[in-house]
């Protein structure tokens, strides 16, 4: 890839998703879908990356400079 950070940044634009999920939930959840996760008090918060959310309940999120490299990783592998 060619271009500034900010183009890196934004190649993440609706490839980032974010949900707080209970503990069982999590066990379930599929890793590579995964990339950073936070324990909240209610439960834990996971940041997604990929085309489509992987639960219904997770929302858009801003991706950082890390995401737009994750999602132009995972964009070129699709």
Same mark, same amino acid.
């Given at each position: 890839?060619?271009?500034?950070?900010?183009?890196?940044?934004?190649?993440?634009?609706?490839?980032?998703?974010?949900?707080?999920?209970?503990? =069982?939930?999590?066990?379930?959840?599929?890793?590579?879908?995964? *990339?950073? /996760?936070?324990?909240?008090?209610?439960?834990? &918060?996971? #940041?997604?990356?990929? =085309?489509?959310?992987?639960?219904?309940?997770?929302?858009?999120? *801003?991706? /950082?400079?890390?995401?737009?490299?994750?999602? &132009?990783? #995972?964009?070129?592998?699709?």
């Amino acid at each position: 890839m060619t271009g500034s950070l900010a183009e890196l940044q934004a190649c993440g634009q609706g490839y980032v998703w974010e949900a707080v999920i209970s503990p =069982e939930e999590f066990a379930q959840m599929e890793p590579r879908h995964i *990339v950073a /996760t936070r324990t909240v008090p209610e439960g834990i &918060l996971c #940041r997604f990356i990929g =085309e489509y959310a992987p639960i219904d309940h997770a929302h858009a999120a *801003v991706p /950082t400079l890390e995401d737009g490299y994750l999602a &132009l990783l #995972r964009k070129g592998a699709l």
